[in-house]
């Protein structure tokens, strides 16, 4: 077996399954805040989409994917990134969704030894470490703290650990804090690409849940765009019909920028047998040729967000994000106490904050924090609030906060 298997740790879920273990929960119906996926309905154009399409069972996908889907897929993106161009024939690859095609990136990218270092923010999207650990580099994890946004503080990273860098992945809008990075701050990333010869892999999948439909939140292509770099060099984003469009089961993202870099991950993906089924493919041009149900969705999350916040005002030091369904609230307790005391007095779940960071010099950047994904409808959300504020007024009135 690959001996790098065993550095893996637990993903977040099966460690709220251990620290869940043996509670007895109330009678009252269970809300999960825990899991980031989608419960707003899929588009029913993209459903008939597939059965329209469903003869092509017997067709054996491209990993490379139709023309057509490549082709819508840049006609979005160069219209909501402001693009110049984006060739779909050497600068776009689809991807069976962000999660696959994150780690498959860094076995693809990384060159194995024993200096070799893949950095992400801390707390980060487990698939980063994964995929780090298991290409043969060691992952470099830059805390995301409050008073920087939970945005990493790229400036205080040594010039050694650049040096080592092989891949950095970001991720904005943040996974789990919705801290969107700016166009000026992913332009200070592409000078230090340039200057240490890393490459640069942007975790964009929550890019179009926003708040203000006036600016929604820059992309790294978009930024080399206005640098004049239109070959995007070391420069590759990751996006996904997951959250944009309610899509989580129909396993359905891209890959774009460097050409380059795209030629050789294409070469390995080919060998990884990894390609889009057509009818899924098909579907998919369906859903990024409409912005009507994605505007349509936005509009669901600012309601519910509104809502919640109205409801946890004075009671937890929590804010509306940047961007994302996430909210990452700062508990009075420590992260796990609280998660564990919600799940037995209110039967509702969340994640917390330390399951998703990993302790650096002694500080876990994720620590007494919980991460509340707002992703049930609105009366459950509104619901899972009030219990909430139950709970922490509960630990008021025993003194326990």
């Not at 780690?103 to 270092?117: E, G, I, K, R, T």
């Not at 050694?160 to 166009?183: E, K």
């Not at 909210?327 to 609280?338: G, M, N, R, V, Y």
Request: charged share 20%.
């Amino acid at each position: 077996m690959n001996p790098n298997l065993t550095a893996l740790q637990a993903y977040p879920f099966e460690k709220l399954r251990v620290l869940f273990a043996d509670i007895r929960t109330p009678a009252m119906a269970h809300i999960a805040l825990s899991i980031g996926e989608p419960k707003h309905a899929s588009p029913d154009f993209v459903a008939n989409a597939i059965k329209d399409n469903i003869d092509k069972l017997s067709n054996y996908p491209t990993t490379k994917g139709i023309p057509e889907l490549r082709q819508a897929i840049a006609h979005w993106a160069t219209q909501r990134f402001s693009l110049s161009t984006l060739d779909p024939e050497t600068e776009i690859l689809p991807v069976n969704g962000t999660r696959e095609a994150l780690f498959a990136f860094a076995q693809a990218v990384v060159a194995p030894s024993p200096d070799a270092l893949v950095c992400s923010p801390n707390p980060f999207y487990q698939i980063y470490e994964g995929a780090a650990l298991l290409a043969g580099a060691q992952p470099e994890f830059l805390a995301c703290r409050v008073e920087n946004n939970f945005i990493p503080d790229f400036a205080a990273v040594s010039p050694d650990v650049w040096q080592r860098c092989q891949l950095l992945f970001i991720c904005t809008p943040g996974n789990p804090s919705g801290a969107v990075m700016s166009s000026a701050q992913l332009k200070a990333l592409i000078a230090l690409a340039d200057q240490y010869d890393f490459v640069i892999a942007s975790d964009e999948c929550y890019s179009e849940l926003y708040f203000d439909e006036a600016s929604p939140p820059p992309g790294l292509l978009q930024a080399c765009a206005e640098l004049g770099r239109n070959d995007y060099q070391r420069c590759v984003v990751f996006h996904s019909l997951s959250k944009r469009s309610n899509l989580p089961g129909l396993r359905s993202g891209f890959v774009a920028g460097d050409a380059t870099i795209l030629k050789d991950f294409l070469l390995y993906r080919t060998y990884h047998g990894c390609a889009m089924p057509v009818q899924h493919q098909l579907a998919s041009v369906a859903a990024w040729n409409d912005e009507t149900h994605v505007k349509a969705n936005r509009d669901l999350y600012r309601q519910k967000f509104a809502e919640v916040l109205d409801i946890l005002n004075g009671c937890l030091d929590v804010s509306q994000p940047d961007a994302s369904f996430y909210l990452w609230a700062k508990t009075p307790i420590s992260d796990t106490e609280f998660a564990k005391g919600l799940f037995e007095q209110q039967h509702v779940t969340v994640l917390p904050g330390s399951y998703l960071s990993r302790e650096v010099d002694g500080y876990n950047p994720g620590a007494n924090y919980v991460r509340m994904a707002l992703v049930a409808e609105a009366a459950q959300c509104a619901d899972a609030a009030h219990r909430v504020k139950a709970y922490v007024q509960s630990l008021k009135e025993r003194g326990a906060c």
